[in-house]
């Protein structure tokens, strides 16, 4: 059976992002080209957070992707994610956006924020696709190397 075929068969879901996932959601920050590398204890330590949204794309039980938010009172803010070179343009990081933003929706978040480098294009344009607008810039944002981050906003409610 092809790949392609077994990868259709396979079933998707996305689920709480766990601390036995922490060592594949490294690794896939690692491999993607836009999302921030955060370290292993960076990831364990913001499980912990109150108001985290953290969740994972897995594919049986391999982890393809993954969401990290958090909620302060009514705004909700993307801090990281990432999707496996090799399932990009599968509609994973919509799914995962999707589902982190019906989890602020339910929290009655009001507001979703995001920085992206001014460089990652890709970026602001999936963001776009999904309702992000850009809203402002921030100088010396990013570092190594040094660049600006472009913040996005989407509205989720009145």
Do not use: H
Request: hydrophobic share 40%; with cysteine.
């Amino acid at each position: 059976m092809a790949a392609d075929a077994k990868r259709e068969q396979a079933e998707r879901t996305i689920r709480v992002f766990l601390p036995a996932d922490i060592g594949a959601v490294t690794r896939i920050s690692t491999e993607a080209s836009g999302a921030s590398r955060w370290t292993e204890e960076s990831y364990r330590e913001a499980l912990e957070w109150p108001g985290i949204v953290a969740m994972v794309r897995a594919e049986d039980v391999e982890v393809i992707g993954f969401i990290l938010g958090r909620q302060v009172a009514d705004e909700g803010e993307i801090l990281n994610l990432a999707v496996s070179p090799a399932r990009r343009r599968g509609g994973e990081g919509g799914a995962l956006l999707g589902a982190a933003l019906g989890e602020f929706r339910a929290c009655r978040v009001r507001r979703v924020f995001l920085e992206v480098r001014e460089s990652n294009e890709t970026a602001m344009a999936f963001y776009g696709r999904q309702g992000f607008l850009k809203t402002g810039r921030r100088l010396g944002y990013y570092r190594e190397p040094d660049e600006a981050a472009v913040l996005m906003e989407m509205k989720l409610g009145d």
